[in-house]
């Protein structure tokens, strides 16, 4: 059954550090997307990356990085010398091919609080 | 901004009562999803639609149901309402709905059952 894992449900940091959230998933599809989501206090959900099955390539944006590894199916995000800003619940999220790939809902995980502190 | 808005922002009601609550998507995305986030279940998939037709069921309860009508915007009645029942929906839209697409959530709604 497809299931994303977030173990880690709280992370404190102090401003400038490097942090990992990791992200763990199981699915059945040899075709599936992988996605990252950012839940800031005031609610919304942002959407940050989406990788699919067959590129396990990382990605770079500024300070956000992110490691696939299809060997481990782990998904794994990294903020480089964090912010305040930064502070917020981040989510990761599957999407698999079944049903054609018709059917796009997204499976996320518990979600993982990072809090960035001064 | 997504471009994806909801109606009301926040909603108090009773036990027993029914709401209604509404999404308009981005321009030009044709599919719309229902998920509902509580503290105990996490965000959960409730339901898909594609051009006005249902393509995909999550865990949707049976008094909930929802639909999409030619103007592209969704609307999802609870109904029955209980405690449990308080959490916040998201509304997301994208393009096709196919499992590639980036989905653009709007701002939730907030419910609240007393």
């Known amino acids: 059954a497809q299931k994303v894992t977030q173990a880690q449900t709280e992370i404190s940091v102090v401003e400038k550090e490097d942090v990992t959230l990791d992200c763990v998933y199981e699915?059945?599809?040899?075709?599936?997307?992988l996605f990252w989501y950012k839940q800031p206090p005031s609610g919304e959900l942002v959407f940050l990356i989406r990788r699919n099955s067959f590129d396990e390539q990382n990605e770079i944006s500024g300070r956000y990085s992110w490691n696939f590894q299809k060997s481990t199916s782990s998904f794994n995000f990294t903020i480089t010398a964090s912010q305040v800003v930064d502070s917020a619940v981040y989510f990761c999220?599957?999407?698999?091919?079944?049903?054609?790939?018709?059917?796009?809902?997204?499976?996320f995980g518990k979600g993982t609080k990072l809090s960035v502190k001064p | 901004d997504s471009g994806v808005t909801q109606t009301p922002k926040h909603l108090i009601t009773a036990t027993g009562q029914r709401v209604t609550l509404r999404c308009s998507p981005r321009?030009?995305?044709?599919?719309v999803y229902w998920y509902q986030q509580s503290l105990d279940q996490g965000l959960q998939f409730l339901i898909q639609y594609y051009n006005g037709e249902e393509r995909a069921k999550g865990n949707i309860l049976e008094r909930f149901s929802a639909q999409q009508f030619p103007d592209l915007h969704s609307e999802l009645n609870l109904s029955s309402l209980e405690l449990g029942d308080s959490a916040l929906y998201f509304c997301a839209s994208s393009p096709w709905g196919g499992s590639d697409n980036e989905q653009f959530f709007g701002p939730g709604t907030r419910l609240t059952v007393l």
């Open positions: 999220a599957l999407s698999e091919e079944a049903g054609g790939g018709s059917q796009g809902n997204l499976i």
């Open positions: 321009s030009g995305d044709l599919s």
């Open positions: 699915t059945r599809d040899t075709t599936y997307y």
